[in-house]
T-cell receptor, first 114, second 113 residues
């Protein structure tokens, strides 16, 4: 199993540009998450999904959109990129059953908006 | 939303010294998880604590869950350079928010050889 994969690894955007961060998991997990991590800080939840077709906002959803058409994929869309969106973005997934719901993280996408 | 405070923010130790990070919540928790993130890496799950007063060990790491289920600690005995990284606690709210975690700000551990 590859686990959680994210593309791209790095990206530089100009202010106002848009992009989609891709996330795929092959563990058949029902939950998926997007976090952002600013330097020296913790993880802030942007959006999450409890299953295909169901998404919900996290702590910092403004400026982002998500969709979940399949169990495996959970892309994050940035519209009109702003310097405040410079961050490292992590996708994660978990299986919420049997009382164990640890999250498995992808390697991250390092985004710079100039 | 849930509030979580993790202290200290930074800890510098000499190799062989012990290290402890603490996590405190404003509410009673259903469970708590701990993650480690190596520099430049991604968070990796270490353990989940569920029961009041629970203590679990993984080699040199000891995890505790408070009796009131509002606080937790991670203790590393005789640190090694491989312990370098950021340690996060993550609170599980439970109920309708099942699956969602609130992460602490993390404790950045530096180990000097």
């Amino acid at each position: 199993n590859a686990g959680v994969t994210q593309t791209p690894k790095f990206r530089i955007l100009k202010i106002g540009q848009s992009m989609t961060l891709q996330c795929t998991q092959d563990m058949n997990h029902n939950y998926m998450y997007w976090y952002r991590q600013d330097p020296g800080m913790g993880l802030k939840l942007i959006y999450y999904s409890v299953g295909a077709g169901i998404t919900d906002k996290g702590e910092v959803p403004n400026g982002y959109n998500v969709s979940r058409s399949t169990t495996e994929d959970f892309p994050l869309r940035l519209e009109l990129a702003a310097p405040s969106q410079t961050s490292v973005y992590f996708c994660a997934s978990s299986y919420t059953g049997g009382g164990r719901n640890e999250q498995f993280f992808g390697p991250g996408t390092r985004l710079t908006v100039l | 939303g849930q509030q979580v405070m993790q202290i200290p923010q930074y800890q510098h130790v000499q190799e062989g010294e012990d290290f402890t990070t603490y996590c405190n919540s404003s509410t009673t928790l259903s469970n708590i998880q701990w993650y480690k993130q190596r520099p430049g890496g991604h968070p990796v799950f270490l353990i989940q604590l569920v029961k009041s007063g629970e203590v679990k060990k993984q080699k040199r790491l000891t995890f505790q869950f408070g009796e009131a289920k509002k606080n937790s600690s991670l203790h590393i005995t005789a640190t090694q350079t491989t312990d370098v990284g950021t340690y996060f606690c993550a609170l599980h709210a439970g109920g309708t928010s099942y699956g969602k975690l609130t992460f602490g700000q993390g404790t950045i551990l530096t180990v000097h050889p």
